[in-house]
């Protein structure tokens, strides 16, 4: 029987070491650590056992628990040992028992009562679901509490500079120096925005799709394009989970240029990051091959950028799409994307856009630092401050989190003798803000038993979209979430295949 | 010289009697209202000018300012004055000054400083500003707290119980029968989806306008039409801030019934509230004609439902839309409609509906009490609570409460000497949500120095849109505010009129 592959989390210290009430020097983490895991030497409690994870070979032994006794455990010094325990007293992580010499013993708060602390960045208060599916995704406090402010004028000064550093602090993230507008609408609503302002009846259209939401663009353009009369969308569909094959997207463009007598009006659509089967597409050399043949190149980035390296320009996408409730960690209910030159050629041209999402009337209001209809007020100040702690902790920091918090995922599930769902080529990759892994089925254990259980114990998973429902399920590491919710994640997992006695039915490994 | 309509607002106590740290009985507010009239009789500040405004003749004279002769002035018991007044104090709307006998004056504080109260229903902590545009609306606390709620899965129990109890309530608020969506998308959008649901190319089309929004269904008709090919779009457009008359809206129904092989397919589109104009249109009769002619009958009440009385189904309206941020005082980014039979009948027959606004998405997806796409979940949250305000008030009294404050508006304005704006038949009336005032450019005052005035005095109202800008000035009266936010626009009206000379130039008067 295979156990939990070791130290997916190559965390430094004890997550109960960190003090909610003072500052946390690297020094006094390092010590609180080391007294916690003495104690959970000699604490064979549930609580404990949750605690620290790695240390079956800990929990057979059993020690004092004075002081003088932790001490020379964790080769402290005495009063070191009773400052530190008497920090971790006042944040009721430890307790005294008994009369001098007391013994110390865990008192089970800190890992299995995370919702309580809010330390900061990603360790949310979550109420009573700690949520891990692809968005929405837990806020912060500070992010939430941004939505209290009174409502202001949406044509006056005080809206226009926070709209203005919102989208400059976009365009720095989507790496583009494209216009770039915020929607008061989900994703969708951004999707549906790029191709009701870009397709018009003449459009050629080359959707490629490997899954859910890139079949969605295909679905969003038969609403906009008479078909009968005109079948010029040509759909590059690669069975979801696969990789796309550049070769068969090649093939698409250049059929679809020889065929057409304005190769121009041309627009080839993708999923940077395929949420419904946790892949992540080749950006980049479809770009080129879209610039190739002069198409506009329409890449859905909603659950990427915020979360992994999406250089916008440099991909050549000429409209991106973020999503406000997925890596940039705000709620839901709005969305962004970025518009180039050769996107307006085509706009421009397109007579018959969308009213409520009609860019040249975003652009025109843009100037005047405002929305051409009622910005969604609260769900612009949740994103302001969002933005405000993407900042903060920087760009760079933020895509490191999110790509370890994927491999930690993809460690662990495949240190459980799960399968991950995507069957990657030569120009995919694993998604860094979803996984998908395949629920073992072959080992009886049905959707309903693991999700319902994981969700039993306060963790919400996404299931699979669609066809792939009861086959697969998602764990999403997006927004402001860290190793923290990843650990109390993968752990209810654990307990779950576990109490399904997947481990005695699984033969294969 | 006219100075202010007197009693304009039929109050029955003194508003800085309101008392934030205590409940507030009848018989303390008209103890406490007494006291503050007898003090702002001997105390001609600025301040006290403010708070008793109808009181001219009172300030002439002047008394003795201890608690004997505040009592004998007020006709009430020593003990029962001195008891008030120490209320008062603690609430910092009165103090005493000198020494033993004490001499009682009013601070200053109270109708001045309304921003810091939050006595409940319609006081807001508006912050800075006042907002008395047609929306976005101040939005109580409660309500904008409710938003600090952490996120939650959006296909669970949760949100399918909080999701079907905004419908059903919004139902009853609609008075109809007929299917109901909450869109995560403005007003505009949801106008939008009206129109891009129903329509497509041989659609027959009879839009009614009097102003801007009723306009704008013309506008968003032509996006989803060929025109060029087959104009069947009729625009019934009169003068803005003209009425509706029922002859040309007959005739133009009848000629567009004669020349069509097929009449089902007919849409009437009008606004019940013209936001942009102060004007009612006649819902109910256009709602007959439309019924007559077997046209589906779409009816943007965007800023009408929840402040007046709109029988839905009575009315005839196929379609019925509401904002979120206008009557029923929520924050901006939600809308919602309902959806008939007729209407249906065409829904199911255009195949090039809207994607991200599918009725018929939307209605598959209440069936499992949920939304086709993410929903702006911040924004349920806070119009649930937002509902809630209104059960809480019941909607025959907030019907009431509306009407009483357009009502004051108008007749403190007509008392200034102003005009409104609309142009009144036998079948409209003035707006009960909205009133739009004319400038008086012909006394020198130009929008800059009213508007402006007024926001330099805290208190934001609209100017006129588009063609009617410098020519108009709007005052909402929706949502939660009550008579004190009125009084403070009109107080800062007067003041601004006063200042630019306005009663010196006025001849007319």
């Given at each position: 029987m295979k156990r939990r592959k070791e130290g997916y989390f190559d965390f430094?210290?004890?997550?109960?070491?960190?003090?909610?009430r003072k500052r946390n020097v690297e020094q006094g983490l390092h010590a609180r650590t080391k007294i916690l895991e003495t104690l959970a030497m000699s604490t064979p409690t549930e609580a404990a056992t949750a605690a620290v994870s790695n240390s079956d070979e800990m929990r057979e032994n059993g020690t004092e628990l004075t002081i003088k006794a932790i001490s020379e455990s964790a080769a402290m010094s005495y009063s070191s040992s009773f400052h530190h325990l008497r920090l971790l007293e006042e944040e009721k992580i430890v307790k005294r028992e008994g009369k001098r010499p007391y013994k110390w013993v865990v008192t089970g708060k800190g890992q299995r009562s995370?919702?309580?602390?809010?330390?900061?960045?990603?360790?949310?208060?979550?109420g009573k679901e700690l949520l891990m599916i692809p968005g929405p995704v837990p806020v912060l406090p500070r992010i939430r509490e941004a939505m209290t402010k009174p409502m202001i004028f949406h044509r006056g000064d005080e809206f226009g500079a926070m709209y203005e550093e919102i989208v400059e602090t976009l365009k720095e993230i989507f790496q583009t120096r494209n216009d770039l507008f915020v929607l008061s609408g989900s994703g969708t609503c951004a999707m549906e925005a790029a191709i009701g302002n870009l397709v018009s009846n003449e459009t050629k259209m080359v959707c490629i799709a490997n899954g859910k939401f890139g079949e969605r663009f295909g679905e969003i353009a038969v609403r906009y394009k008479a078909d009968a009369v005109t079948p010029v969308n040509v759909n590059v569909n690669f069975e979801w989970g696969h990789s796309i094959e550049l070769e068969a997207v090649k093939e698409a463009l250049e059929n679809s240029s020889s065929s057409s007598s304005d190769p121009k009006s041309k627009i080839v659509t993708m999923v940077h990051n395929e949420t419904s089967t946790g892949i992540l597409n080749p950006a980049k050399e479809v770009g080129k091959l879209a610039r190739k043949h002069d198409a506009v190149f329409v890449l859905d980035c909603i659950t990427s950028i915020g979360g992994d390296k999406v250089p916008v320009d440099e991909l050549g996408a000429d409209i991106a799409i973020v999503g406000?409730?997925?890596?940039?960690?705000a709620p839901p209910g709005l969305s962004a994307l970025s518009v180039s030159e050769h996107a307006w050629d085509l706009i421009c041209e397109n007579e018959r856009r969308l009213y409520y999402t009609d860019l040249i009337a975003y652009k025109k209001s843009l100037e005047k630092k405002q929305t051409p209809y009622t910005p969604a007020l609260p769900l612009f100040f949740a994103l302001h401050e969002a933005l405000a702690v993407i900042r903060e902790e920087g760009m760079e920091n933020r895509i490191e989190r999110h790509r370890g918090m994927a491999k930690a995922v993809r460690d662990a599930v495949t240190g459980f003798g799960l399968r991950l769902f995507p069957k990657l080529n030569e120009v995919s990759d694993y998604s860094n803000t979803v996984t998908a892994i395949e629920i073992p089925v072959a080992n009886g254990i049905t959707d309903e038993q693991l999700r319902g259980g994981m969700r039993k114990r306060g963790v919400i998973v996404a299931g699979g979209q669609e066809k792939l429902k009861g086959e697969i399920f998602r764990i999403a590491t997006m927004g402001n979430i860290t190793e923290r919710e990843v650990m109390r994640t993968l752990d209810a997992l654990e307990v779950v295949l576990e109490e399904n006695n997947y481990y005695g039915k699984n033969s294969k490994i």
């Open positions: 430094e210290h004890h997550p109960n070491a960190y003090l909610e995370l919702d309580e602390l809010d330390l900061g960045l990603g360790v949310t208060k979550m406000s409730q997925k890596c940039m960690g």
